[in-house]
């Protein structure tokens, strides 16, 4: 079987926690195993290079693997790095071959991602350094990087020439050999500093003060123990960096005053940085400020209803949390939540506003809702059905061009028809017709249509009846005839005439029905047949015309079986409506009825009405959708408001190209009608959509019209997608980056030299006065209305609702409270005799107590009825976690640990002794001793693990059981949760994949070749803007074991909407919408892992004979290996370890073998420690180590885990 890379991952650490940055990623060639060398060689390809520090893990973990010498070569398709990287992964190759130190002790600067660069002023050291770098380029080459290495001889920084200034001071050019600007204050106050956006900061200067945020800091320690402060400052457009030393004054405690978040004012000069090869700025004073911050004053606050946060996939960029507390600063009363297609945010959204009302007089409200894609569920392949065999039918087929988009306020140029009978053009007809507007510029280039070939043509009102009588009864066939029919019926109508009623075929839609393709122009369509498309004379309506004929006849072909138009209109089915062009709506819950309401329709688009293909690539493609009907059903119940969204509904759709009496008919299906600023639909005028700002203007009067007459509430919302103005650009990365399958944004322009002249629209957060600015238009009194009356009338309305249960919801199997006791207790006597020793019997019935009382007890019973299971099909199970702490649990036989004291207990005659006082740390360590009553050979047992680390003091906390199945029994372990639940009562954890830090940088270097502004960023803008990107919703996925039960007399959709993990319809198992960490203190989640520990020990069993319960735990020659090799009986003078714990898991790193050989384990309790200590950031180095080498404690008696802290507690202070 064929080795995938995801497959690698997972055996060598299940969930493997760097996975995102694998994602994509290949073996170019299979992995080849040369057995005399003992080497395995890999060959990678990745979609970005590594962090150095997940290399480095993957590294080591793949070698802990494999036992053997790595050798692996990576290439990347996204070759961008950083310094900070690159030096990192350079320092790793110097630590293994010191003699190319060189590399190490001179700060080398990246230059166009290209060279990587070293200036070094000596002369002896310059000549090593040239003729070694092939050796650290070829490994940078072999861990992805392009780069070569350049050496230069360093030359002194030029000193910078001062300008004084006689006036006010202002930024004077000196043009030296190098470009700088200088200053040079008339007094040394503060005041004289020049003040400066960084984004003006292009060349070196001195005498000038910039102000804004603190985003990063780092401090590094240099040789002679003095520190060096980097500090990244932004303002609202820009970035840099400052830099400052400890020296003097500036002690390593000032340099630590600046901390991330701090909003500063920094007075200094500008310098090159030679390292870095970037401007810095080296401050002579900071002073920390007050934040300016954008407030709102107004005396009566508007309500934002339309809100997209982090969790609208590669769009929104702000996590729900900041747009509450800045709603909230500003004194607003509500706001709402309304991601595209998702609700994952509304956990957060509940927890945050509990956290601030906490803090508030008035509560605020959360408002709850969703953008969805609405559909209808079939294609519309034939208006006006009537049985007319397709074989019999006269046909017209014909097409217009027009002077726009919009049959309202547009005009057709031209008309060209051809009458088909029998599969035979028997006539033809071309007119220009005379518009009463100018042809705008776009359509003439389009078309090739001007004002010349229409200055001596007919009006359209003088050519209807040419028209009329050329299409007579016809059926009329049209490429796009929503477009087409319906233009030409409004020009009818506009000059008095009755539309025409004629059978309609729609092409367009037939070719969605008929064939499966990316796209369905006409000219796709065409030469899918064979037939000639000449794009330079196409979009003329004859030639058009002419063409569609041709392609039509041909797609008659395949419609053999279709015998009239009735029969053409059913060629659909289920799926349909994944053809159908999607909508926007917008849905708000009214109270919790209308919660679960929504749920159901999550659930709906994210399964039943899901929209996927197949991608080449392997990604599926998929659009969550929803049927109008299934809205429809639900809104009847009155516990949703629907409304018509932004510029992508329908509603805007079409005011923009239909009449008034289509646009009140699509009306009436909303509650409320929303309008965004102009500059939200300024684009659609820049790409000519439009034809200008007053006609746009048209548009929304159109709706406010229409609004008015069907009795519709209107309200202005934002469409907000982030919170500041200073975040669009962050944005601006997202819509020119690809998401996963390759999908584009939809505000993406794919033609170069119009992207990059492309601003996107504005959608920040506004203030009520920003907002009633924006609708000044309408008039002081109507934009009031909308901005304030209406969206406070609107929140009104909406009760307050908590996505998020307040308690646990546990699933219930009748009796398993008394059999989990019945188990319990038939297993202490088993073990401990008929008359339980006190300290058993005490333990046990308050673990009972607890674990019952809370209703806990059906996650002990089913995970006894799984480990049982597993067991009885030959399969061993290992426990891990806390879950060892509950003696309940081992009497349950879910976990082999036993939590009580250190002691013996005789199988045969059930003597016991315990070891209460401390004196024996684990009952692993005990020696094997004779029963005094009967002989026996006992052996210890017991660890000392108390309770309270489970489910705490108060026994309140949801039980996390993990489980380790084998990998070949997961499947089944899984399934039979289904069998004891039901199938619709169990699903997979869900979670969310986010953008992390190295993708980040990814999207941002390719948005800066999207826009044609390579280089032309300094770093620290870049690391801004990577920083911005992160936490964005990629994708979703699920818990590698993680199952949620919910309970049977409830609906999964009290809890959290359904889908498929990463939208696969092929996965099988459906997911929770919501990430379980959401909703883990309202429903049970039984972890139920695959782990290849059990398969090999089943593999072990079967080989040896050797029951693996059986063997002992003190066995001193296997002890020994963790401090020695002898027990080994290996030829030491080859063995390149102390210690034997080289192929050991979690003992085999390089890290935990050092700690080995440090301390020199005896025992199993040292182990523990070990494990513990070996575990987490900060608490071997720089902590435990330090305290044992300075002789302030031993191995033995320091803290090694949280559990050891109660555990000296309680035989120490409290004993006492």
């Known amino acids: 079987m064929e080795l995938k890379l995801i497959d ?254 701090d909003y500063v004012v920094a007075y200094g000069k500008v310098e090159y940085d030679n390292f870095t090869r970037d401007l810095v700025f080296m401050p002579d004073v900071i002073e920390k400020v007050a934040e300016v911050k954008r407030i709102d004053d107004a005396e009566e606050k508007r309500v934002e209803l339309h809100v997209h946060t982090k969790l609208s996939e590669m769009d929104g960029v702000c996590g729900i949390e900041e747009y509450i507390e800045t709603a909230n600063e500003w004194g607003m009363n509500a706001i709402a939540c309304t991601d595209h297609l998702v609700v994952q945010a509304f956990p957060k959204a509940q927890h945050k506003v509990a956290a601030i009302n906490k803090k508030r007089e008035t509560p605020f409200k959360m408002i709850y809702g969703i953008e969805m894609n609405m559909v209808d569920p079939y294609l519309q392949i034939v208006r006006n059905v009537k049985e007319i065999g397709l074989e019999e039918g006269t046909y017209c087929v014909f097409d217009l061009e027009t002077t726009g988009l919009s049959s309202r306020f547009d005009h057709i140029i031209e008309f060209g028809g051809q009458i088909v009978k029998d599969r035979t053009c028997i006539k033809s007809l071309q007119l220009f017709i005379k518009p009463p507007v100018p042809i705008p510029a776009h359509i003439v280039e389009l078309t090739g249509i001007s004002e010349e070939h229409v200055r001596n043509a007919k009006s359209f009102a003088e050519c209807a009846n040419q028209i009329l009588d050329f299409i007579g009864d016809s059926i009329l066939v049209a490429h796009n005839a929503d477009f087409d029919y319906n233009f030409l019926n409004s020009e009818l109508v506009r000059i008095g005439r009755k539309p025409l009623d004629n059978p309609v075929i729609d092409t367009l839609d037939l070719a969605r029905s008929m064939q499966d393709r990316k796209g369905y122009r006409l000219g796709q369509i065409a030469r899918s047949y ?120 329908e509603v805007f759709d079409i005011a923009q190209t239909r009449g008034e009496e289509e646009l009140l008919k699509v009306m009436q299906f909303y509650d409320y009608i929303e309008l965004q600023p102009l500059g939200n639909y300024r684009h659609l005028v820049e790409r000519d959509s439009i034809e200008s700002m007053d006609r746009l ?117 009748e009796g398993s409270d008394q059999k989990l006791i019945d188990i319990c207790y038939e297993n202490a006597h088993k073990k401990y005799g008929p008359n339980l020793p006190d300290i058993v019997e005490e333990r046990l019935k308050r673990e009972l107590d607890s674990i019952i009382g809370h209703g806990f007890y059906v996650v002990y019973y089913i995970s006894h009825l799984l480990v049982k299971k597993s067991l009885n099909d030959g399969y061993l ?71 309270e680390t489970f489910l705490g003091f108060e026994g309140d906390k949801v039980p996390d059981i993990d489980l380790n199945f084998s990998g070949d029994y997961q499947p089944t372990a899984h399934a039979y949760t289904k069998e004891v639940f039901g199938e619709d009562h169990v699903y997979r954890a869900g979670t969310i994949g986010t953008v992390a830090t190295q993708t980040a940088f990814g ?53 959290t909407p359904v889908q498929y993990p990463a939208n696969n319809p092929n996965a099988d198992w459906k997911t929770t919408h919501f990430e379980f960490h959401d909703i883990h203190d309202n429903v049970l989640k039984f972890d139920i892992l695959g782990h290849v520990d059990p398969t090999a020990m089943r593999m072990l069993q079967r080989i040896s004979g050797v029951d693996p319960v059986t063997i002992p735990m003190n066995d001193p020659e296997t002890m020994s290996i963790f401090s020695k090799v002898d027990a080994l009986k290996i030829d030491t003078s080859k063995a390149c370890d102390k210690t034997g714990a080289a192929g050991l898991p979690e003992f085999g790193t390089k890290f935990v073998r050092g700690i080995l050989e440090l301390t020199e384990p005896t025992t199993f309790d040292e182990l523990l420690k070990i494990s513990g200590l070996s575990h ?34 309680l035989h120490g202070v409290f004993a006492a």
């Not at 390579?1014 to 199952?1043: D, F, S, W």
């Open 8 to 261: 690698l991952l997972e055996r060598i650490q299940e969930n493997y926690p760097d996975k995102e940055y694998f994602e994509g990623g290949v073996f170019t060639q299979k992995p080849v195993y040369k057995g005399r060398e003992n080497k395995l060689e890999i060959d990678l390809s990745l979609e970005a290079i590594l962090p150095y520090e997940v290399w480095d893990i993957f590294c080591t973990r793949l070698t802990t693997l494999t036992k053997c010498r790595l050798d692996m070569t990576i290439s990347a398709k996204q070759s961008a790095s950083d310094i900070l990287n690159v030096s990192k992964y350079v320092h790793h190759y110097v630590s293994l071959h010191p003699t190319f130190k060189v590399f190490r002790d001179f700060l080398p600067r990246l230059e166009e991602n290209k060279y990587l660069i070293y200036s070094i002023g000596d002369d002896h050291l310059r000549e090593f350094a040239i003729q070694n770098k092939h050796e650290v380029q070829g490994f940078l080459k072999r861990c992805g990087f392009c780069l070569e290495i350049l050496v230069e001889e360093r030359k002194p920084t030029m000193s910078i020439q001062t300008v004084a200034v006689k006036e006010e001071p202002k930024p004077v050019k000196v043009y030296e050999e190098k470009k700088a600007m200088s200053f040079k204050p008339k007094k040394k106050g503060l005041d004289q500093y020049v003040p400066f956006a960084i984004h003006d900061i292009t060349e070196e200067c001195h005498g000038i003060r910039i102000k804004g945020k603190i985003f990063e800091t780092e401090i590094r320690t240099l040789r002679n123990e003095k520190d060096i402060q980097m500090l990244w400052i932004a303002d609202e457009q820009d970035a840099i960096v400052m830099k400052r030393f400890e020296r003097g004054a500036i002690t390593k405690e000032v340099l630590r005053e600046i901390q991330t978040g």
């Open 530 to 649: 064979g037939i000639r498309y000449d794009e330079d004379v196409a979009h003329r309506a004859d030639y058009d015309a002419e063409v569609l004929a041709n392609t039509y006849m041909n797609m008659l072909n395949d419609l053999k079986h279709i015998q009239n138009l009735a029969a053409l209109q059913d060629m659909q089915n289920a799926r349909s409506f994944t053809k159908v062009r999607a909508k926007h709506v917008t849905i708000l819950v009214k109270n919790a009825a209308g919660l679960k309401e929504l749920f159901e329709l999550v659930t709906l688009s994210h399964t039943k009405y899901l929209s996927y293909s197949d991608k080449s690539t392997g990604n599926i493609v998929a659009e969550p959708r929803i049927l109008r009907e299934e809205i429809e059903k639900r809104r009847r119940n009155g516990n949703l408001l629907i409304g018509s969204s932004c510029l992508n509904g």
């Open 697 to 813: 203007k048209e548009i929304l009067r159109s709706i406010v019209e229409a609004a008015k007459k069907c009795g519709k509430r209107i309200i202005a919302s934002g469409d907000v997608h982030y919170v500041h103005p200073n975040e669009k650009m962050i944005r601006d990365i997202y819509i020119s980056s690809q998401a996963i399958g390759g999908i584009r944004h939809p505000l993406y322009i794919y033609n170069q030299e119009k992207r990059r002249k492309f601003k996107s629209p504005d959608q920040h957060l506004l203030t009520t006065k920003e907002m009633l600015k924006e609708f000044a238009w309408l008039g002081e009194k109507e934009a009031y209305t909308y901005v304030v009356t209406n969206t406070n009338a609107i929140a009104d309305m909406i009760e307050v609702v908590k996505p998020v249960k307040d308690r646990l919801y546990p699933p219930d199997i």
């Open 877 to 947: 199970v290992g426990s891990r976690g806390s879950v060892g702490s509950s003696f309940v649990a081992t009497m349950a036989e879910i976990t082999e640990v036993n939590p009580l004291a250190p002691h013996y207990v005789c199988p045969k005659c059930h003597y016991v002794k315990f070891f209460t006082d401390g004196s024996v740390a684990d009952g692993f360590d005990l020696p094997d001793i004779q029963c005094p009553n009967c002989g026996e050979t006992i052996r210890g047992d017991g660890h000392d693990i108390p309770f």
């Open 1003 to 1055: 999207y941002v270097k390719g948005y800066q070749e999207e826009m044609g502004i390579e280089g032309g960023m300094r770093n620290a803008q870049v690391l801004r803007l990577a920083k911005g990107c992160e936490g964005v919703k990629r994708t979703t996925g699920q818990h590698p074991g993680g199952i949620i039960v919910i309970p049977l007399d409830l609906d999964v959709h009290d809890f």
């Open 1176 to 1209: 987490g950031t900060d608490v071997w180095l720089g902590n435990a180590k330090d305290l044992i080498d300075q002789n302030i404690c031993t191995l033995k008696s320091v803290i090694g885990c949280r559990d050891d802290i109660m555990v000296y507690l």
